[in-house]
């Protein structure tokens, strides 16, 4: 994603630390942060790559939970700020779907 918004002529910084939650990407000029989120980490609803573990299982639903509600907190405050937010997903990122979620992304910068 990064190599191809760059050769698209997007500039951006990674993990701003003077925004919540760290962003992957910043582009200041267009007023936007990509956050992408790995499935299992951050909770993807009906993704077959978000399966809680079967040992453990309380720890990491507890876990995942906490990285949500952090995740809503983030967005939240980001958008109070003013920022445009995008959430991508591992699993958009994945070959057979790569292409529109990367189309999706430019889409909502020419906006």
């Not at 980490?41 to 299982?57: F, T, V």
């Amino acid at each position: 994603m990064r190599k191809f918004l760059f050769s698209q002529g997007y500039r951006f910084r990674l993990h701003d630390r003077k925004l919540p939650g760290k962003p992957d990407l910043v582009l200041r000029r267009f007023k936007t942060v990509i956050l992408v989120n790995g499935c299992f980490w951050h909770g993807h609803i009906n993704c077959k790559d978000a399966k809680s573990p079967k040992s453990n299982s309380e720890f990491w639903i507890a876990k995942i939970k906490t990285n949500q509600l952090r995740d809503t907190d983030n967005f939240k405050k980001l958008t109070k700020l003013g920022w445009t937010v995008l959430v991508i997903w591992e699993c958009e990122l994945r070959k057979d779907s790569v292409e529109s979620t990367l189309n999706y992304i430019v889409d909502k910068l020419v906006e």
